[in-house]
């Protein structure tokens, strides 16, 4: 009687792991782990203020929202036609962050599986969000003269009267012809030139390495539409 021979376990090749897990290794996933961390440092950074500014009635900060926080040393406070407040549209920070929260849960389907549709949709997230922070600097840029203008004060009567009683009790100097002051200037802060150039690398870094996942998908659309 012959018996059967008992059959040898699968031949394992040096380095081949014979049970593959779906997390990608660190290496592959390197990128997109740093563009996840910068898009929620980013997300973060748009709270903070963008834009400093300053009059002769006191001083705001602005953050990526074109929300105003200032203060005041109530000058127009009898004025019949005080300067008007700034408005800033808040619709291109409020896409960015629906462009984060898309690039940060993109950029975590990535790292945990081998996506490609996943990895085009963080290089185009992170993209976007580029856009939209240098859309909104700018917006914030353009706007300095309106916010500096709204802490300015009025030329008349009342506003007068309430510099000279500022200076009466010294919270305030007033300008006497010749008299030299030094206001402080009205600019955009750190916090926006920082949040611009993390959202330029993450970008960078988004594009360099899924670009040819981003040309396959171009080619299939391509295709499709021919």
């Given at each position: 009687?012959?018996?059967?021979t008992?059959?040898?376990?699968?031949?394992?090749h040096?380095?081949h792991?014979?049970?593959?897990s779906?997390?990608?290794?660190?290496?592959?996933?390197?990128?997109?782990i740093?563009v996840?961390?910068g898009?929620?440092?980013?997300?973060?950074?748009?709270?903070?203020p963008?834009m400093t500014?300053?009059?002769?009635?006191g001083?705001?900060?602005?953050?990526?929202?074109?929300?105003?926080k200032?203060?005041?040393?109530?000058l127009?406070?009898w004025?019949?036609?005080?300067?008007?407040?700034a408005?800033?549209?808040?619709?291109w920070?409020?896409?960015?962050?629906?462009?984060?929260?898309?690039a940060?849960?993109a950029?975590?389907?990535?790292?945990?599986?081998?996506?490609?549709?996943?990895?085009t949709?963080?290089?185009?997230?992170?993209?976007?969000?580029?856009v939209?922070?240098?859309i909104?600097?700018h917006?914030?840029?353009?706007n300095?003269?309106?916010?500096?203008?709204?802490?300015?004060?009025?030329?008349?009567l009342?506003s007068?009267l309430g510099l000279a009683?500022?200076a009466?009790r010294?919270?305030s100097?007033?300008?006497?012809?010749?008299?030299?002051?030094?206001?402080?200037?009205s600019?955009?802060?750190?916090?926006?030139?920082a949040?611009?150039a993390?959202?330029?690398?993450?970008?960078?870094v988004?594009?360099m390495?899924?670009w040819?996942?981003?040309?396959?998908g171009?080619?299939a659309?391509?295709?499709?539409?021919?």
């Amino acid at each position: 009687m012959v018996e059967p021979t008992p059959s040898l376990p699968a031949r394992v090749h040096p380095g081949h792991d014979p049970h593959p897990s779906s997390t990608r290794p660190i290496k592959e996933a390197g990128p997109y782990i740093a563009v996840a961390v910068g898009s929620s440092v980013l997300f973060f950074l748009l709270f903070q203020p963008w834009m400093t500014a300053s009059g002769r009635d006191g001083s705001a900060t602005v953050n990526a929202f074109g929300r105003i926080k200032h203060t005041t040393r109530h000058l127009n406070l009898w004025s019949e036609s005080p300067p008007s407040n700034a408005e800033i549209d808040s619709v291109w920070a409020v896409l960015a962050i629906v462009a984060i929260l898309i690039a940060v849960i993109a950029a975590i389907q990535t790292i945990l599986h081998r996506s490609e549709a996943a990895e085009t949709i963080t290089a185009v997230a992170t993209l976007a969000v580029a856009v939209l922070v240098l859309i909104d600097v700018h917006n914030l840029d353009s706007n300095i003269p309106q916010v500096r203008d709204s802490l300015g004060m009025n030329t008349d009567l009342s506003s007068q009267l309430g510099l000279a009683i500022g200076a009466l009790r010294g919270t305030s100097d007033y300008p006497w012809p010749g008299h030299e002051v030094m206001l402080a200037p009205s600019e955009l802060t750190p916090w926006a030139f920082a949040s611009t150039a993390i959202a330029i690398v993450s970008a960078a870094v988004a594009a360099m390495r899924s670009w040819q996942s981003i040309l396959r998908g171009i080619t299939a659309v391509a295709a499709r539409l021919v």
